[in-house]
């Protein structure tokens, strides 16, 4: 009998599969079996780019009479510590009696990449039939979506294709720069730190951001503090008191004096000081309103959370880390809580737009947003969000702004 296989990213996402399956599958060295299905998975990445070494003996010194490095085909090798996995996926995926092949490892490029690297190891006929599921959450009902919703997995070339040219530029960056680099510099850089040896690492991101650091403590070393001397007043119109602050006005006797420093302060103590004997000799002192002006504005409510914008906000409010709140809103993802967290879209999609009062419904049963997503259901507010701002297709890539599933809890 002809069975399905299912491959996560995870054991953790593998279980929520075959839970949403209903097949009561059994439990093996592995993977999960039932009468129709199979559901097994990787742990991270089980296959990565051989080293140097691995194309020729000469490339384990470093040198730089063997630079650059440029392999004209590479090679890959399964990673040791997950052998064993590597060997059982690889046994599934090659099963006579497994037709169709689901791709369930993360929606995104990287999630595209470990699979591609298990299929091209595992040597897959191409008589099998592989699907990709492309989901935003881990919800029984979004599961079952991108199951039944798959495409063949060639209309997922070009994501695979800018994957593996990513890594194939992350390797050479790395492998080349670092040896080059280490080989003019590390003896001056041990010299300066001291100890042993010391080995410059260069990558394609952390090189780019330590740049940024680096320039941004330049400014900050180099800044000059300025101080400039500003004349303020405590002032009383119509009854109420506030605060006033001199500034040098078109037709006053200071307008673009080179005693300034801004319009509102002098350079120097004792020309602030002048101006204000200079205004203590007016009698009497009267204020003239020249004009009142009162605005009523509108302003939009932000965007959206993608993964950046949060990563901000929780370092601003609560001091946590990048690192800490990807953890935080990965865990919250495979729990069915929210949706998929590695996207850069702030607005949801069309689709989504249109039921998103099952989002809202589920929120009813989380205490501090079951007043406002009650109040939201009962006006019916959110049947219009499709025609605002906060949708747009065309801002979408893989995956839409990070919400609340309304599940999980």
Request: proline share 4%.
């Amino acid at each position: 009998m002809p069975k399905s296989l299912y491959i996560a990213e995870k054991p953790s996402v593998a279980q929520e599969f075959a839970k949403a399956l209903h097949e009561n599958p059994v439990r093996r060295d592995g993977y999960m079996e039932s009468d129709n299905s199979v559901v097994t998975w990787c742990v991270g990445h089980l296959v990565t780019m051989s080293y140097p070494d691995k194309y020729d003996e000469k490339y384990k010194k470093w040198s730089f009479d063997t630079l650059p490095f440029l392999p004209s085909e590479f090679k890959y090798e399964v990673i040791g510590s997950v052998r064993r996995q590597f060997q059982i996926v690889s046994g599934l995926l090659n099963r006579e009696d497994v037709e169709t092949i689901y791709v369930c490892t993360d929606s995104g490029r990287e999630g595209e990449y470990i699979y591609r690297l298990v299929a091209m190891m595992a040597k897959v006929p191409s008589s099998k039939d592989q699907r990709r599921v492309w989901i935003d959450s881990q919800t029984e009902e979004e599961i079952l979506r991108g199951i039944r919703e798959a495409k063949n997995i060639s209309e997922y070339d070009n994501l695979s294709e800018a994957a593996f040219l990513r890594a194939k530029e992350d390797y050479l960056m790395g492998i080349n720069f670092s040896r080059a680099l280490s080989l003019r510099y590390s003896y001056d850089l041990s010299a300066y730190l001291g100890g042993k040896y010391h080995a410059i690492a260069v990558g394609r991101v952390m090189t780019c951001v330590l740049g940024m650091v680096v320039r941004r403590e330049r400014e900050i070393r180099d800044f000059v503090k300025t101080p400039f001397f500003r004349v303020l007043a405590d002032l009383s119109w119509q009854g109420r008191k506030f605060e006033g602050e001199w500034r040098a006005a078109e037709g006053s006797r200071c307008f673009q004096s080179p005693k300034l420093y801004k319009e509102n302060g002098f350079r120097e103590r004792k020309d602030a000081e002048e101006l204000i004997r200079y205004l203590g000799e007016i009698r009497p002192q009267e204020m003239k309103a020249v004009r009142v002006e009162k605005k009523t504005a509108r302003k939009n409510p932000p965007l959206l959370y993608n993964l950046a914008e949060i990563q901000n906000d929780c370092s601003r409010f609560f001091k946590i880390s990048p690192d800490q709140t990807l953890n935080i809103i990965q865990e919250l993802y495979e729990k069915k809580l929210v949706t998929y967290p590695r996207t850069d879209a702030r607005v949801l999609s069309t689709a989504i737009s249109k039921e998103i009062n099952r989002n809202i419904g589920g929120l009813r049963n989380y205490g501090p947003a079951a007043a406002f997503a009650g109040e939201i259901l009962e006006k019916g507010t959110w049947k219009g969000i499709g025609k605002t701002r906060y949708t747009n297709d065309k801002q979408i890539t893989d995956h839409y702004a990070i919400i609340p599933t309304g599940q999980g809890l």
